[in-house]
């Protein structure tokens, strides 16, 4: 089974910045996109940003600006360079992999495989 391993997360103060990243556990594992989710206390899992590996491009959420998507097809590897970080940014952060094309790629239930999540806090 095909495990995606987030790293990176930890404290920052407001207005500091962090990269999270995150490989998949398998070399010959495919994907067609790689993205990262997060989910605050006592809300939703919301969307972040999406990496199409096509050369499609990528999907933000009204995060972009501040937060930054990258990846390497060969490595299954993504990561998430976030700046300018505040309070509100707070939450566990997750990873995931589509293998199946959902074709709309901002939604959870586009995502298959996922990670165990890692933690950012901002301190004010």
């Known amino acids: 089974q095909v495990q995606l391993v987030e790293s990176g997360g930890g404290l920052v103060r407001a207005g500091g910045s962090l990269t999270l990243s995150c490989v998949a556990s398998?070399?010959?594992?495919?994907?067609?996109?790689m993205a990262w989710f997060r989910q605050a206390p006592g809300k939703e899992r919301e969307f972040v940003a999406t990496l199409i590996w096509d050369g499609a491009g990528t999907i933000y959420s009204d995060l972009k600006g501040r937060f930054h998507i990258s990846g390497d097809y060969a490595k299954n590897a993504v990561r998430l360079q976030m700046s300018d970080l505040s309070p509100e940014d707070t939450a566990v952060y997750y990873c995931?992999?589509?293998?199946?094309?959902?074709?709309?790629?901002?939604?959870?239930?586009?995502?298959?495989?996922w990670g165990q999540g890692t933690q950012v806090t901002v301190s004010s």
């Open positions: 995931a992999a589509d293998s199946k094309s959902s074709g709309t790629y901002v939604y959870s239930d586009d995502y298959d495989y």
């Open positions: 398998e070399r010959a594992f495919r994907s067609y996109a």
